[in-house]
């Protein structure tokens, strides 16, 4: 069983159309739950569908430039395999491990530590804050990066990639991972207490996630992880607050009545006095 699903994942990065399965299948399921249970009443400036054209849009342009980070992994990953380095094979670790320390450690810095730094270093905030400025956060926030964050995020896996060494076949495991728990946790799905607890203790879950979403610090500085729950809880960033508290958007920085504006979001980052 194993054997197969690394066989299948070894040349994922080679079939883009069953990649974007898991992108486009997973948002329509979740878009799709977002009727059925929501967790909030969202306040769209128009509609939902232009809501997410405009996220969409972001998305998109997010996809384009990690393909092109996808040549260089491969590459990266192709060297450390040869010259051996990187941790799993430092450990000669068994398949299962490997991928285990593949996803943890592509994880802290493709997830964890990529997006603390947007938050602390100040001009990196600037690009980071158009994901924070979305006013109805659900399942098309997820990947609405601007496009220097996207390259940001993408230097920080490569980083991720040297330390790890993984090979291609966790790295892909790892990013569908990643697209999935991306989509899950910007859903606007409201699941039982007990289950979203529970699943915090590992995961991100969508409430945890939310948390950071909150319009206010210190809630906007926690809860930076990705995937796996484990970097807040053991770096001292994971905080709880009750889901009907939570406010989407910023309360500086940038205006809640331009959430929706493309053309705003794509060079609010470059004026001058924005985090005046």
């Not at 997410?52 to 342009?61: P, Q």
């Amino acid at each position: 069983m194993l054997a197969k699903i690394i066989n299948y994942f070894e040349t994922l990065e080679q079939r883009p159309v069953e990649r974007m399965i898991f992108i486009v299948g997973g948002m329509v399921l979740l878009w799709t739950i977002e009727e059925a249970i929501p967790l909030a009443t969202l306040k769209y400036k128009k509609t939902k569908a232009r809501h997410a054209a405009v996220n969409l849009s972001f998305t998109v342009i997010h996809l384009v430039l990690h393909t092109g980070f996808a040549f260089i992994i491969l590459l990266l990953s192709d060297w450390a395999k040869a010259a051996q380095f990187g941790i799993v094979y430092w450990f000669n670790t068994s398949p299962i491990l490997i991928i285990l320390i593949s996803c943890l450690v592509l994880d802290f810095f493709g997830g964890w530590l990529v997006h603390i730094v947007e938050h602390k270093v100040r001009w990196l905030w600037r690009f980071h804050l158009i994901h924070h400025a979305d006013n109805n956060v659900d399942v098309t926030t997820g990947l609405r990066h601007h496009p220097v964050e996207s390259v940001l995020r993408g230097i920080f896996f490569l980083l991720g990639v040297l330390v790890s060494g993984s090979p291609m076949y966790a790295v892909m495991i790892f990013q569908t991972l990643l697209v999935i728990s991306t989509q899950f946790t910007h859903a606007n799905i409201s699941l039982p207490r007990w289950l979203d607890k529970s699943i915090s203790w590992v995961f991100v879950s969508p409430n945890m996630h939310k948390v950071h979403h909150h319009w206010k610090q210190p809630y906007t500085d926690s809860n930076y992880s990705a995937v796996f729950s484990i970097w807040d809880r053991l770096l001292g960033t994971f905080r709880n607050l009750d889901p009907g508290q939570i406010r989407y958007g910023l309360d500086k920085y940038y205006s809640n009545e331009k959430d929706e504006d493309f053309g705003e979001l794509m060079k609010a980052p470059f004026q001058k006095n924005l985090l005046d």
